[in-house]
Structure formats: structure tokens, C-alpha cells
């Protein structure tokens, strides 16, 4: 992972650097970019650096609350920006190990619809949510890092929950057969097999695309199977974004615990796609990121674990 270089001689880096992968996966769900991940999980390397560790008894606890406090309050500072963002805001994808949920509630907590969900909480409901679900942290524990009381923490929680619950309905996704409708996807897409892609679509599927305003992308959601079907069948045909057909690669790769597909010129990454299934393995919901700035975590080949630990579920 990115990030100053720790100096090699400090006493703690070692107890720092055992933790570190837990401080991102924290970060990382609530800020929804690796950027910002990884500026807060350097942040809090400073404040361990400087702080009285003798006082300290759990350092991965001591830690985690430091770099969720520290999260927390970048989320506030960026909220305006988003809300001012062109477009559509998504996550920033990242690669992820192909095998990153020992439970599968550690893919979907990360997966980009539930990061576009957690987008729609207030920062003090997202820290909670995912400490409490996905870490699970006590009500105690997370009172202690946001710096609220703990029945202020419980209502949060609640609110969460409920909100969660009404957008992220729940049901047994078959891991095997996200794959093969993805594989099929990849196939249809890059072959521009409209019918193909079709069969694949639920009736009201929704794209949502990512530009950024920085390249040229929908600035509203594209509806319904035979819009966006058309819109990938011609992958294999037009220019995009500057790059011919015949120089553009599609890679199937893991992105944020799931199958996910990776464009690419010759000389950059130019989209990511990514995808939600209803219970019978439709495609409903793609999330296309086409803006640079969100592509440098895939650019770099870097994949990450972000597993939570502990099998639970909310």
C-alpha cells in the first residue's frame, strides 16, 4: 500500500504495521476512496508516533478508534465537495484478493453498492454502522471514536440499520453465479452481442456512470435493459475516450470483493465496471467509474485485503 515510508528504526512500527491492513479496510468503507484511506491511516501513524503508548492496553482498539476518529472528520470537510461533484459521485474501485470474504458479509460490506448506501449516511451514522456491523465494535467502543455518548451511538446505529436495511435488501447472493453472469457480461460486451447482454439485464437495470466531470460521461442514471444493453454493445465498435477498439483491453478482475471488469488503453486505465445482481443473478445495477482521479488505486495493480476478520451480519 501507498503512503510516507515508516522509518525503519522507530520501536512501534512493527505494531503499527500489523494493524495497518485493518486501519484501511476501516478507512476505506468510510470514506469510500483508497486516497483518503490511505492519508488517514498515514495520519494516524503520526498520532501513534507521538502518542504515550505505556497507557495504552490494545493497541489494535486504540488504533482503530484513532483512525475512524480521523476518517470521521475528513468525511465532514469532503461532503460539500461531493455535493458539488458533476455527476453521479461512486466510490473509488479498488482490486481486491479474489477469495477476500472468508464470510461473504466482508464483500458485501465493501462491495459499491453498499459504499454507495453507506455515501448516503451522515458521517456519525456511517462511522457507527461500520463499526458496529462490519467490526463489530461495542456501542462503548464506538461512543469513544466518534466522541459521542453512548446512547447517542445506539440511536445512530439504529437509524442506520433501518436506513441500510430499506436500500440494501438482503438475500443469498451465489458468489459462483456472480461470476458466471459477469463472465458472460465480458463476453457480450466486448463482442457487442446486444441479445447476449439483454439476457443478462433485469427489465429496469440502472448505469450509473462516474466521470467526474473530467471525462465525458451520463450525467444522469441510463435506464432499462435495452438502453444500457446498447451502451456497452458498442464497446467494441466506437472510439472511447480517445482510444480505438482494436487498442482497447477488458480484463476480468476482482474489484471490491466481487467480479468487476477493468478497460484499458495502452497507456492507461480508462473505466471500471462493477455490478449488483437481484436474487435470481439479473444484472440490476452497474456502477461504471470513468473518472481518472478515482482510477489511480486500480492503476497501480494493487490488491487489497479488506476483510473485516470475524464472520457476522447485520
Given at each position: 500500500m501507498s503512503g510516507a515510508p515508516l522509518a525503519a528504526h522507530h520501536p512501534d512500527q512493527q505494531v503499527f504495521d500489523r494493524h495497518r491492513g485493518l486501519l484501511f479496510s476501516v478507512a476505506y468503507r468510510l470514506l469510500g476512496t483508497a486516497a483518503d484511506a490511505e492519508d488517514a491511516v498515514q495520519d494516524a501513524w503520526f498520532k501513534w508516533s507521538a502518542a504515550d503508548r505505556s497507557q495504552v492496553a490494545d493497541a489494535k482498539a486504540y488504533l482503530t478508534r484513532i483512525v475512524s476518529h480521523l476518517a470521521v472528520e475528513r468525511l465532514r470537510s469532503t461532503r460539500a465537495k461531493r455535493e458539488a461533484y458533476v455527476g453521479p459521485w461512486l466510490p473509488e474501485p479498488v482490486l481486491t484478493e479474489p477469495d477476500v470474504a472468508e464470510a461473504a458479509v466482508d464483500a458485501e460490506s465493501v462491495s459499491m453498492a453498499m459504499l454507495v448506501v453507506l455515501e448516503s449516511l451522515s458521517p456519525l451514522e456511517r462511522a457507527v454502522f461500520v463499526l458496529k456491523e462490519v467490526f463489530a465494535f461495542s456501542h462503548a467502543e464506538i461512543a469513544e471514536a466518534v466522541e459521542r455518548s453512548e446512547p447517542a451511538v445506539r440511536q445512530a446505529a439504529h437509524r442506520a440499520r433501518e436506513h441500510v436495511r430499506a436500500r440494501r435488501p438482503r438475500f443469498a447472493a451465489d458468489p459462483s453465479r456472480q461470476r458466471a453472469a459477469t463472465e458472460r457480461f465480458f463476453a457480450a460486451a466486448t463482442g457487442g452481442d446486444v441479445n447476449a447482454l439483454m439476457e443478462l439485464l433485469s427489465p429496469d437495470v440502472t448505469l450509473w456512470t462516474d466521470g467526474g466531470g473530467k471525462v465525458r460521461q451520463a450525467l444522469l442514471p441510463v435506464v432499462g435493459?435495452?438502453?444500457?444493453?446498447?451502451?456497452?454493445?458498442?464497446?467494441?465498435?466506437?472510439?472511447y475516450q480517445g482510444v480505438a477498439p482494436v487498442d482497447?483491453?477488458?480484463?476480468?478482475?476482482?474489484?471490491?470483493?466481487?467480479?468487476?471488469?477493468?478497460?484499458?488503453?495502452?497507456?492507461?486505465?480508462i473505466a471500471t465496471v462493477t455490478f449488483d445482481f437481484d436474487a435470481d443473478g439479473r444484472i440490476t445495477t452497474i456502477h461504471n467509474v470513468a473518472n481518472p482521479d478515482k482510477l489511480h488505486a486500480v492503476t497501480t495493480g494493487t490488491a487489497y485485503d479488506l476483510g473485516a476478520g470475524a464472520e457476522r451480519g447485520w
Open positions: 435493459a435495452t438502453t444500457v444493453a446498447g451502451w456497452f454493445a458498442r464497446i467494441g465498435s466506437v472510439t482497447m483491453k477488458a480484463e476480468l478482475v476482482t474489484l471490491n470483493g466481487a467480479p468487476g471488469i477493468v478497460f484499458s488503453g495502452p497507456d492507461r486505465v
